[in-house]
């Protein structure tokens, strides 16, 4: 069975960083690109990043480009994504998932339950 | 790129049928046969029900169904039951980088 546990959430300060992390297990881990996507309060899904399953090519939404840097740890099978500079825009639950491929974003084959990031003074 | 297009709300009876809408644009759902449809029962994590417009992936009810016409696809979901209760979002391949856009969602109420 294919699981995702996202973990890192928490209350932050606009303007500070937060490192989140996706434990995977299920899967042969370094086969998969990855992604995160999130849902700020009210709003629909955004997908915020990718990366291949080497992890030699990464991907940005431009609202995080420059702020965010995702990266993985094959041998550890987990997902990260470094947060930097934060605004109140980038409050919302944080999703990681598996995609069919790294040119494919817009197909998530299996979700984590998400991880909460709040971003206030 | 600006959000695919979906109703705020559907609902509908038990073993009734519904149709969510998700609209988008000819660089994104009018072109590609890239749009996938997502379940999500709050608290739980999404799952995935249709993808490439028609496909379903293994162990999803055949109830769910997609379809597309021009810049607008669909999900439909046959005898509607209780457990259909939940959020459902689309997704799409676009032409402009990264590639990704999503629609704002739509819950269904089953009544």
């Known amino acids: 069975e294919v699981q995702l546990l996202e973990s890192g959430g928490d209350l932050v300060q606009p303007g500070g960083s937060l490192r989140l992390s996706c434990a995977a297990s299920g899967i042969t881990f370094s086969n998969y690109a990855m992604s995160w996507v999130r849902q700020a309060p009210g709003r629909g899904l955004e997908w915020v990043s990718g990366?291949?399953?080497?992890?030699?090519?990464?991907y940005y939404a431009d609202s995080v480009k420059g702020r965010f840097t995702i990266s993985r740890d094959n041998s550890k099978n987990t997902l990260y994504l470094q947060m930097s500079s934060l605004r109140d825009e980038d409050m919302a639950l944080y999703y990681c998932?598996?995609?069919?491929?790294?040119?494919?974003?817009?197909?998530?084959?299996?979700w984590g339950q998400g991880t909460l990031v709040t971003v206030s003074s | 790129q600006s959000a695919l297009t979906q109703p705020a709300s559907v609902s509908g009876s038990p073993g009734q049928s519904i149709t969510i809408s998700c609209t988008g644009t000819s660089s994104d759902v009018g072109t590609y046969n890239y749009v996938s449809w997502y379940q999500h029962h709050p608290g739980k994590a999404p799952k995935l029900m249709i993808y490439d417009v028609t496909n379903r992936p293994s162990g999803v009810s055949n109830r769910f169904s997609g379809s597309k016409s021009g810049n607008t696809a669909s999900l439909t979901i046959s005898g509607l039951q209780s457990e259909d209760e939940a959020d459902y979002y689309c997704?799409?391949?676009?032409?402009?980088?990264?590639?990704?856009?999503f629609g704002g969602g739509t819950k269904l109420t089953v009544l």
């Open positions: 997704g799409s391949y676009t032409s402009s980088s990264p590639h990704v856009v």
């Open positions: 990366i291949s399953g080497s992890g030699g090519s990464t």
């Open positions: 998932a598996i995609n069919r491929d790294g040119s494919s974003w817009y197909l998530c084959d299996y």
